[in-house]
């Protein structure tokens, strides 16, 4: 498949950039976009009519990438799922992050801590995907724990349950791919505003990609080198098909 992509490096300076004094967007606005991306396309993947159960286990790791997943976590309870959310490491750098858990505890969604056993909700007989919001683009190989741990038994548990990856497949390196042995196949994975190298690693057959975080205009895309993606109507994701 051909599309454009924008190496791991590149990716921190957009980001810097649309977070500068002159374009001035603040995280909390871009996580709540990637958030809602994510649980665009869950619900696309897992529309009400073609399934039976509506629990999503969502792992959220250290950093922004684990932010988008705490906020997908509060709008798939607003698209009428079941989430629940392991949080093994909390983020302690900005203080938005805990105000994230708070909502989620408004919402009524459980969030997990390493005390908790999070594994029960590892079930295919309950859940229906597992949000894999662990690590994005400042992801360096190889993993450290307590989250070695965890990539091992989604690992175990992937032909069971599908995984849909935020913006990387965890444990992948950004650039490379599944360079390092026993790497997670994502079923679908969410490439936020555009994707990363790794992406071209990725199987069509094995995994549906969708493009998210539809927050940049045209020149913008453009000076980073690639074109707007796509999007139709007011979607915040668009299907990049095999051609
Ligand atoms: N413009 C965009 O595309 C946006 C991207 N966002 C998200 O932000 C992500 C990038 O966020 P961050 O830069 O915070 O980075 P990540 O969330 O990828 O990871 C950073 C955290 O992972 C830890 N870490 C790195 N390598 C590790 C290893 N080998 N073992 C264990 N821990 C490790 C670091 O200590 C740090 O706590 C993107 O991938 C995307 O999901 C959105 O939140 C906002 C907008
Ligand atoms: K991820």
Redesign the pocket.
């Known amino acids: 498949m051909s599309f454009k992509t924008l190496v791991s490096k590149q ?2 300076l ?2 810097k950039d ?1 977070m500068g004094p002159e374009i001035g967007f603040t ?1 909390e606005q ?2 709540e ?2 958030g809602l991306s994510v649980a665009q396309a869950v619900l696309k993947e897992f529309p009400r009519s073609q399934r039976t159960k509506s629990q999503v286990l969502v792992l959220a ?8 997943g705490l906020v997908c976590a509060r709008l798939l309870k607003l698209f009428g799922f079941k989430p629940v959310v392991y949080y093994p490491k909390h ?1 302690t750098k900005a203080p938005f992050f805990s105000k994230l858990v708070k909502q989620l505890k408004f919402f009524k969604v459980p969030v997990l801590n390493t005390d908790d056993d999070w594994l029960r909700y590892l079930n295919p007989n309950d859940t229906v995907c597992v949000v894999d ?1 662990l ?10 724990e307590p ?1 070695g741990g965890v990539l091992n038994q989604l690992r175990q548990a992937q032909d069971q349950i599908p995984i849909v990856s ?3 497949p965890t444990g992948w390196d950004v650039d490379e791919g599944p360079v390092e042995p026993n790497c997670i196949v994502p079923k679908v994975l969410v490439s ?2 555009v994707p990363k190298p790794c992406a071209l690693k990725i199987d069509p057959l094995e995994t549906q990609h969708y493009v998210g ?1 539809r ?1 940049i205009p045209a020149e913008f895309a453009n000076k980073y080198g690639f074109e707007p993606f796509a999007y139709e109507n007011a979607d915040q994701v668009v299907k990049l098909v095999p051609e």
Not at 61 to 68: E, L, T
Not at 135 to 144: A, E, I, L, N, T
């Open positions: 990716a921190a957009l980001d649309l995280l871009l996580m976009l990637a790791g250290p950093g922004n990438n684990g932010g988008d983020n919001a690590f994005g683009f400042s992801f360096k190989p190889p993993v450290r989250f935020v913006d990387v936020l505003t975080g927050f």
